[in-house]
Structure formats: C-alpha cells, structure tokens
C-alpha cells in the first residue's frame, strides 16, 4: 500500500529501497522493527519496491512492513518515492542486502533530535568486516571521490557515499533532489552543503558487514565511480571550469601580448611567434572553460540542479543576451581591425613580401579577437535560450501516457 497525505505523522520512517532483496529483506525488516520496538519509538518500516519480480513485495506485507511501488527505475527514483510516502518526521534510509546494521540506529535518531539536517554514516570509523568492501572501493574509490567531496563541498564528513544516513524529511524535500540513479546519494550532500543557510550535516561511526546475497550487487565500480565523479564536477563548476580556464586564459593572453611587441629571451631559451602560436590556443580554451561555466551554472539553476545565490541572481539580473552579443561584437570588430591595419601596412609595403614572424606577430591577435569575440557570440544566443521563460507544470498536475 502507499502513504496518504493524511495519515498520522510518526517520528521516524525506517527506509529501504527494494529491488528483488528477496534473499536479505526479512531479516533486513526484523532487524528495522527490533530497533523501533527496544527503543519505543513511533516509527515505520517503509519498502520503496523499485519493481522487484521475486516476491519482495509480499514478504515485506507478511512482516508488517509498508510497501510503496516506485514509478520509476533506479536507486535515486526509489528513494525519491520513499521520502515522498513517508509518514515519518525523520527518515534513515539503508541497503535491503543486510550490510548495514539496522540493530543500532540509535546514534542517527539522537542527533536529529538534536536538530541535525542530515546525519551520516562513516564505515571507516565504525568499522569494516573483511569482504564487506572491494579493496578498490576501500583503498581508492571511497577514499578519492570522499577526499574529492571533501575539497569541493566542505561537508566535514569522511564517508561521502555511507548508504546508511538519516535525515529530517522536510529538509531533504525542500532540496528538490532530481537524479534517478546512483548520484541521488551524492547529491543529497552536495545540495545540503550549498544551501542557504547550510544545512547542518553530522556523522556518527557505522559498521559494514559482507551482504547476505548470492548475486552480484548492482553497484558497478568503474561506471558508477565516474558517474559519481562527474556529478560532483558538474555540482562544481568552479573547480571544473573556472579555476582551470582563468589560469589559462590569463597565462595565454598575457604571453600573446607580450610576444606582440617583439621575441623575448630568457637565457638561453627564446620564445617568439611560435610561443605565440601555442600561447593563443590555450587562451581560447581557457576562455571556452569560463564560456562553459557560465552555460553550466544556467542550466543547472533554471532545471533545479542547483540553488542560486543572491549574488548569482544580482548577476543573471544584470546580464542580457544582447550585453552579450555586444561583447561578442566588439572582441569580434577589434580582431577584423587589427587584420585591416596589417592589410594597410602590407599595402605601404608596395604588397610586396614580408618577414613571415613579422606577419605572424600581427596575425595571431587578430585571429584570437575574431575567435573570442564569436564564441562569445555563440554563447549569448545560447544563453539566451536556456534563460527564456518557460511555462511550468504545476506540482499536483497528472500527466497521463
């Protein structure tokens, strides 16, 4: 059955998302209903059923347990649907493969009383039993993707993807989480340390345990790794584009203009019209990864990625397509000058043959004018897209297929 928007709220909502756990969910419920029971408090075992086809559904009736079906395929859409049809005013949410240890929630309930947003399990500290976890995920995956969060987000936490945590359900519901899959679980953390206020994120130490099932797991290593990883890249764009693409478009437009008045030498070594050459290129691509971010944070803010900060606002309020597309044309007028000045000074010249670095020197920022003042362009009209208003759906529409 399925949660009604009326029925009486409970303290806690016990959460587990369901996908053919026939093998490990009974003694997963027992264990859920042994903690509510000796700690008496007024919760719920809660099945969010991802459409599992081996009769998890009724074992989980025949226990007492609720079941809600999950419309869509995938570990974050499970979830979703199970925050959405709890009845609990916290939610602590695990694995239905017996690796984590229900028995001993108490820890999690305690610091949502105490007023914590989201509480995370750390296995490194609580403890992991031999073969509970790939040495790949244990001595490098978790370790790099955390040590990763870590440095982007500064959620203080040493576990970034422990499936066991609690969470006050309002919360998370106001961080409109949107991934389907296995990034629902980053982004439930990304998103509460980006909020504002930041949300308030503890830890407490957990243990893993070996899994109690005879198949493979779902969690693919190299697939799932990535896609973590390029989550938390796209959740910063600053790291992914911003810092890189400054570095290199400060660097390269300074060499060019440098390089633009005559050869340097250092030494030995002399840089001129070739430096030059590759000196534009990584300025272009710099400017492209600060085009990009821009593209990015839109998007990701008009779908709901990303929250917007005052100053963001301030800044789209204040920006426009067309400030764009004269940006873009000035960048652009200022290359074709400087290509018509050398035409002119060739023509003082009788057309006759020039030095090749002498052409060179005078082409290369030209050419990157031209260049940046069209990507500029480009990205205006883009932007303009992406930021045009849009008829929403209300919340309570039914769409029927």
Same mark, same amino acid.
């Given at each position: 059955?399925?949660?009604?928007? %009326?029925?009486?709220?409970?303290?806690?909502?016990?959460?587990?998302?369901?996908?053919?756990?026939?093998?490990?969910?009974?003694?997963?419920? *027992?264990?859920?209903?042994?903690?509510?029971?000796?700690?008496?408090?007024?919760?719920?075992?809660?099945?969010? /059923?991802?459409?599992?086809?081996?009769? @998890?559904?009724?074992?989980?009736? *025949?226990?007492?347990? =609720?079941?809600?079906?999950?419309?869509?395929?995938?570990?974050?859409?499970?979830?979703?649907?199970?925050?959405?049809?709890?009845?609990?005013?916290?939610?602590?949410?695990?694995?239905?493969?017996?690796?984590?240890?229900?028995?001993?929630?108490?820890?999690?309930? /305690?610091?949502?009383?105490?007023?914590?947003?989201?509480?995370?399990?750390?296995?490194?500290?609580?403890?992991?039993?031999?073969?509970?976890?790939?040495?790949?995920?244990?001595?490098?995956?978790?370790?790099?993707?955390?040590?990763?969060?870590?440095?982007?987000?500064?959620?203080?936490?040493?576990?970034?993807?422990?499936?066991?945590?609690?969470?006050?359900?309002?919360?998370?519901? %106001?961080?409109?989480?949107?991934?389907?899959?296995?990034?629902?679980?980053?982004?439930?953390?990304?998103?509460?340390?980006?909020?504002?206020?930041?949300?308030?994120?503890?830890?407490?130490?957990?243990?893993?345990?070996?899994?109690?099932?005879?198949?493979?797991?779902?969690?693919?290593?190299?697939?799932?790794?990535?896609?973590?990883?390029?989550?938390?890249?796209?959740?910063?764009? *600053?790291?992914?584009?911003?810092?890189?693409?400054?570095?290199?478009?400060?660097?390269?437009?300074?060499?060019?203009?440098?390089? @633009?008045?005559?050869?340097?030498?250092?030494?030995?070594?002399?840089? %001129?019209?070739?430096?030059?050459?590759?000196?534009?290129?990584?300025?272009?691509?710099?400017?492209?990864?600060?085009?990009?971010?821009?593209?990015?944070?839109?998007?990701?803010?008009?779908?709901?990625?990303?929250?917007?900060?005052?100053?963001?606002?301030?800044?789209?309020?204040?920006?426009?397509?067309?400030?764009?597309?004269?940006?873009?044309?000035?960048?652009?007028?200022?290359?074709?000058?400087?290509?018509?000045?050398? $035409?002119?000074?060739?023509?003082?010249?009788?057309?006759?043959?020039?030095?090749?670095? /002498?052409? $060179? =020197?005078?082409?290369?920022?030209?050419?990157?004018?031209?260049?940046?003042?069209?990507?500029?362009?480009?990205?205006?009209?883009?932007?303009?897209?992406?930021?045009?208003?849009?008829?929403?759906?209300? /919340?309570?529409?039914?769409?029927?297929?």
């Amino acid at each position: 059955m399925t949660a009604t928007n %009326d029925a009486a709220e409970l303290e806690l909502t016990i959460l587990m998302p369901c996908l053919n756990e026939a093998e490990t969910l009974e003694v997963c419920i *027992r264990k859920a209903q042994g903690f509510l029971e000796r700690s008496g408090i007024d919760g719920e075992v809660l099945i969010s /059923d991802n459409g599992s086809t081996d009769g @998890s559904q009724e074992i989980a009736q *025949r226990l007492g347990a =609720r079941v809600s079906h999950a419309p869509l395929r995938g570990y974050g859409a499970a979830l979703i649907n199970g925050i959405e049809n709890a009845r609990g005013r916290y939610i602590i949410m695990g694995d239905a493969d017996d690796s984590y240890d229900f028995e001993n929630l108490q820890p999690f309930v /305690d610091r949502l009383r105490g007023g914590a947003d989201l509480v995370m399990g750390n296995r490194f500290r609580g403890g992991i039993a031999p073969g509970a976890m790939p040495p790949l995920h244990k001595y490098l995956g978790n370790p790099v993707l955390s040590g990763i969060g870590e440095l982007f987000f500064r959620p203080n936490i040493g576990d970034f993807h422990c499936g066991l945590r609690g969470f006050n359900r309002e919360s998370i519901r %106001d961080l409109d989480l949107q991934t389907t899959g296995m990034e629902f679980a980053s982004e439930m953390v990304v998103k509460s340390t980006l909020t504002r206020p930041k949300y308030r994120i503890e830890e407490v130490p957990t243990t893993l345990k070996k899994d109690g099932r005879s198949r493979p797991p779902h969690l693919r290593s190299w697939h799932d790794g990535w896609r973590h990883l390029r989550f938390l890249l796209i959740f910063a764009p *600053r790291w992914l584009f911003v810092y890189p693409g400054l570095i290199a478009f400060i660097l390269g437009g300074l060499v060019v203009g440098v390089l @633009s008045f005559g050869g340097v030498q250092i030494g030995s070594i002399g840089f %001129d019209v070739t430096t030059m050459v590759y000196a534009s290129a990584l300025c272009v691509i710099g400017y492209q990864s600060l085009l990009f971010f821009w593209l990015t944070k839109l998007f990701a803010t008009e779908g709901g990625f990303l929250p917007s900060s005052d100053r963001y606002r301030r800044v789209v309020a204040n920006w426009s397509a067309e400030r764009g597309l004269l940006l873009g044309l000035l960048l652009f007028l200022i290359g074709i000058a400087i290509g018509i000045g050398q $035409v002119i000074w060739w023509s003082s010249l009788g057309f006759g043959p020039l030095a090749a670095t /002498d052409v $060179v =020197r005078v082409a290369i920022p030209s050419a990157l004018g031209i260049m940046l003042g069209f990507q500029t362009i480009l990205m205006s009209f883009f932007s303009g897209v992406l930021t045009t208003p849009r008829r929403s759906v209300p /919340d309570d529409a039914v769409i029927e297929s």
